[in-house]
């Protein structure tokens, strides 16, 4: 029974760069939800996906980065131009409805 | 808005010794609680949870912890420790009535020494 499957695993981009991250939930999980940590930092609420919708956004900057969850296929976390303060590891959990997050490994982005 | 502290940064406890590591919580509605633990490196792994009912839950390895309202705490506990169970401990909360997104504490080193 796998788990929640992210990649890569470790990614490095130069300033500027585009970063693309990717989420596989766990089998039968329908909701998708992205947090970023930093160093020495618990872990921070971005965004909560549905399948083809996004249901709550209110932690996500504003500015580069967006969320999607097509129907088919995996979540999508995507940082345009990115910059060294977005240096950190990105979280996906995936839940049935209203239940227990479970996480995957993280991708670590770095940006040089 | 919902928050999290956990007080210590860091517990330090001798192998075969009770452990508790301290989280106390804010939230507007009913609290949903849970632990999860992170091994360097690593995703989060989930521990236990409370939603409802009794106030003491059990959760994986031997883990265990014990919901006070009065105290908005949710302390996380084990009878024994072990050097495995060196890790970094974090507690979270979400609204039981409102959005999913869990708010994280900003977690507890844990080292057993042998």
């Known amino acids: 029974n796998a788990g929640v499957m992210q990649n890569p695993r470790h990614l490095v981009r130069r300033r500027g760069q585009e970063a693309r991250l990717r989420c596989s939930p766990m089998?039968?999980?329908?909701?998708v939800y992205w947090y970023r940590q930093l160093p020495e930092e618990g872990l921070k609420f971005m965004v909560y996906?549905?399948?083809?919708?996004?249901?709550?956004e209110s932690g996500m900057p504003k500015e580069r980065f967006s969320a999607e969850f097509p129907k088919e296929g995996p979540s999508i976390l995507r940082i345009q131009q990115v910059v060294r303060g977005d240096s950190a590891a990105y979280f996906c959990a995936s839940s049935s409805e209203g239940d227990t997050q479970y996480f995957g490994p993280g991708t670590r982005l770095t940006v040089l | 808005a919902q928050s999290v502290a956990q007080p210590e940064d860091q517990v330090n406890v001798a192998e075969g010794n009770p452990l508790t590591v301290k989280c106390t919580y804010s939230v507007s509605g009913n609290p949903y609680l849970f632990w999860y633990v992170q091994y360097p490196n690593r995703g989060l792994q989930f521990l236990l949870k409370?939603?409802?009912?009794?106030?003491l839950v059990k959760g994986s390895y031997g883990f265990e912890a014990e919901f006070n309202k009065s105290q908005t705490s949710f302390h996380l506990k084990k009878p024994s420790a072990l050097v495995s169970d060196s890790a970094l401990y974090f507690c979270?909360?979400?609204?039981?009535?409102?959005?999913?997104?869990?708010?994280f504490g900003k977690g507890t080193k844990l080292s057993v020494i042998p």
């Open positions: 409370y939603i409802t009912g009794d106030n």
């Open positions: 996906l549905q399948k083809e919708n996004i249901i709550d």
């Open positions: 089998k039968g999980h329908s909701h």
């Open positions: 979270a909360v979400r609204d039981g009535a409102g959005s999913y997104q869990l708010t």
